[in-house]
């Protein structure tokens, strides 16, 4: 049974890939730092709470990490843990510096120190190119970030490539196009939506207020992107991959979906407030999945119509329980 240790298990991401890394019989560690409460709710919605061994830790704490990776001792490390809202990164840059990135150089230097001949995963993203250079983003197109969130994952993303390099640790990054699912916070703009829409079908809300609704994403089920994770430790070289549907569509084309979903007119309910847009737009972002294809075998299978469909169905449920 290989031992895996996830740090942000409690999030999205980490929760999705604890169950999938379970169904891989896996027995799975999560990192829990306790400068604050934490919810788990995502691993009490997917039913796996009590399978998953809870370690004392923080990415800001060096002598807590090792010896969190001594308890586990893991064959394989997945960096989930981010302050990864890229709103909040503005107003709170010096955490999100501190959390996303150095708390990434401080599990790599654990491993380094403590288990070095673990493979270890880094969840990058595609923030990271922020001022796009070409039309469509892989694994060689020049990074410009455009937040201190997307700053801050590349400090930790050329982290992860310089331990690699200087050490010969098993050192891969995913960088991950936008990904979303019922788990997803409600502060991201595709739960924003889609839990908008269940209230406003209820009869609990009237409208939407968004910032720039012509922003575009390349958007694909978070259920998915975990498979890619996985993939990429079982590689046999450590190196990167763009994870990604190779589709964008708009904030727009987002919330008309959503509405769609429940038979409403989204420009009945949706207002687009220029005081939500951000400091420093990226305007579009569009992966090109073809190297993860083609050598991981990896290719996401929810459309986004399914994934819109989903989250609000899910949210409506939630809704109609309060």
Not at 117 to 131: L, N, P, R, V
Not at 298 to 313: A, C, G, H, K, Y
Request: glycine share 8%; proline share 4%.
């Amino acid at each position: 049974m290989k031992h895996a240790l996830i740090t942000g298990i409690t999030g999205q991401d980490g929760a999705y890939l604890a169950q999938f890394l379970l169904g891989k019989q896996y027995q799975v560690f999560g990192l829990l730092p306790r400068r604050t409460g934490n919810s788990y709710e995502r691993l009490d919605y997917l039913g796996i709470r009590g399978e998953i061994q809870l370690l004392e830790g923080d990415l800001n704490d060096l002598s807590s990490l090792i010896r969190a990776v001594n308890q586990a001792q893991p064959e394989e490390v997945y960096n989930m843990a981010a302050q990864s809202f890229v709103g909040t990164s503005w107003t709170q840059p010096v955490l999100t510096a501190q959390v996303t990135g150095l708390g990434c150089l401080n599990l790599l230097e654990a491993l380094r120190l403590a288990q070095p001949e673990a493979k270890f995963y880094q969840a990058s993203t595609s923030e990271m190119y922020g001022m796009i250079k070409q039309p469509v983003q892989d694994e060689s197109t020049p990074f410009h970030p455009r937040s201190p969130y997307g700053v801050a994952k590349l400090f930790a993303h050329w982290s992860t490539v310089n331990y690699r390099e200087s050490f010969a640790m098993f050192a891969s990054c995913g960088i991950a196009f936008n990904h979303e699912s019922p788990l997803r916070g409600l502060e991201f703009v595709s739960r924003k939506v889609t839990d908008g829409v269940a209230r406003i079908k209820l009869g609990k809300q009237q409208k939407i207020n968004l910032g720039n609704l012509e922003a575009c994403r390349d958007w694909g089920y978070a259920g998915d992107y975990v498979r890619g994770f996985w993939k990429i430790l079982q590689h046999p070289q450590a190196t990167d991959f763009v994870l990604a549907t190779g589709e964008t569509r708009s904030v727009r084309d987002l919330c008309s979906a959503a509405f769609r979903a429940v038979g409403l007119n989204y420009e009945d309910h949706v207002v687009s407030d220029p005081g939500q847009f951000r400091p420093a737009e990226v305007d579009v972002l569009l992966g090109d999945p073809r190297k993860a294809n083609e050598e991981l075998g990896w290719r996401p299978e929810t459309s986004f119509d399914e994934l819109i469909q989903m989250m609000v169905e899910a949210d409506l449920k939630r809704v109609r329980a309060e």
